[in-house]
């Protein structure tokens, strides 16, 4: 289990010495967002702007269009609600070179509650005209993500959790925006997971092989643009889908995956995620499993699928 957040700030460190064009915003939260490890050893490419989240997306619009590439980091739930209009005119609209960061997506801060929860980030970020969405599903994706952002040619929204992950993704793979990754063949139902629930999805598929259930499994760490040509090829070869998210069910991967199935192959489809309610705080991994993202969460979504597969079959 790695913290997501630790290995991301000193791998922006890192590649903040081999990319002078790199500075680094934050709003007052660099001890948790830990882009501290970057203010330590640039210093003068550091700019903490206060707990000012809005003005903070300005300040780094303008740097932008000074020819830096800045990071902007927050909360996930501040930088997608209360900074949303500057996001909107100054980073989206406005299409400037902006890399904005979440912090703390999903329930990952979870002992604060559902004020602090990010739900909806991705739904919302998602609908942003010209915002690529990018969701690592462990340490080392986050870590691959920071050059791959860094050289995406405009707004990217980068969500990140707070929480130790289990590392789920091949080591050493690079991240390529708009690309997604099979990690398991299968001919029954295809699991499409986006961000930390990957090693949950990847259990579930083993529990479904022991059911006689070939599970194909995809991750997609990029939302948006998403990788509909990997997900039609591997939907064409199964009979149900079941997409797994930390999130609202509404807006995020589940929908964005309904959207593109309901025009090209339409198939039985479950989504795994949030079932749209606020949380309760507490203990981070049983927060997952109260609020719909456990294991037997999959393993119940690829069966109920599949058994509508088979009604429509008989029809």
Same mark, same amino acid.
């Given at each position: 289990? *790695? ?8 791998? /922006? ?5 081999? @990319?002078?064009? *790199? ?52 909360? =996930? ?12 005119? +100054? ?5 400037? @070179? ?13 002992? %604060?509650?559902?004020?602090? !929860?990010?739900? $909806? ?27 791959? *952002? ?38 029954? *139902?295809?699991?499409?997971? +986006? ?5 949950? $999805?990847?259990?579930? =598929? ?26 039609? @090829?591997?939907?064409?070869? +199964? ?13 995020? /991967?589940?929908?964005?995956? =309904? ?16 079932? %749209? ?19 037997? %969460?999959?393993? =119940? ?10 009604? !429509? +079959?008989?029809?």
């Amino acid at each position: 289990m *790695v913290e997501m957040r630790e290995a991301y700030g000193r791998a /922006l460190a890192d590649y903040g010495a081999q @990319n002078e064009r *790199v500075v680094v915003l934050d709003a007052d939260v660099s001890a948790s967002t830990r882009s501290r490890h970057f203010a330590q050893r640039f210093p003068q490419r550091f700019f903490n702007v206060g707990i000012t989240e809005a003005a903070m997306v300005d300040v780094a619009a303008g740097l932008a269009l000074a020819g830096f590439i800045p990071f902007a980091h927050t909360f =996930a739930f501040l930088l997608s609600l209360r900074a949303a209009e500057s996001v909107r005119t +100054c980073v989206a609209y406005a299409r400037t @070179n902006v890399k904005l960061i979440g912090a703390y997506g999903g329930l990952s801060d979870s002992y %604060d509650g559902p004020t602090h !929860h990010a739900i $909806c980030d991705l739904a919302l970020m998602r609908s942003l005209p010209n915002m690529a969405v990018v969701v690592p599903a462990d340490a080392e994706q986050a870590v691959a993500a920071i050059p791959a *952002v860094a050289e995406w040619e405009g707004p990217v929204y980068l969500r990140l959790s707070r929480a130790a992950v289990p590392s789920a993704t091949p080591p050493g793979q690079a991240l390529q925006i708009g690309r997604g990754q099979l990690l398991r063949e299968g001919s029954d *139902v295809v699991l499409i997971n +986006c961000g930390v629930l990957l090693s949950r $999805c990847l259990q579930a =598929a083993q529990e479904l092989e022991s059911k006689g259930i070939s599970a194909a499994v995809l991750n997609m760490p990029t939302l948006k643009p998403l990788d509909e040509e990997l997900i039609l @090829n591997a939907a064409s070869r +199964c009979s149900a889908v079941v997409t797994i998210e930390e999130h609202n069910i509404i807006g995020g /991967l589940g929908s964005a995956v =309904a959207e593109l199935l309901g025009q090209e192959n339409p198939l039985p489809i479950r989504r795994v995620g949030i079932r %749209d309610t606020f949380a309760e705080s507490g203990p981070y991994e049983a927060l997952l499993d109260r609020w719909g993202m456990s294991v037997a %969460d999959i393993v =119940a979504a690829a069966e109920a699928a599949l058994a509508q597969s088979k009604k !429509h +079959c008989l029809r």
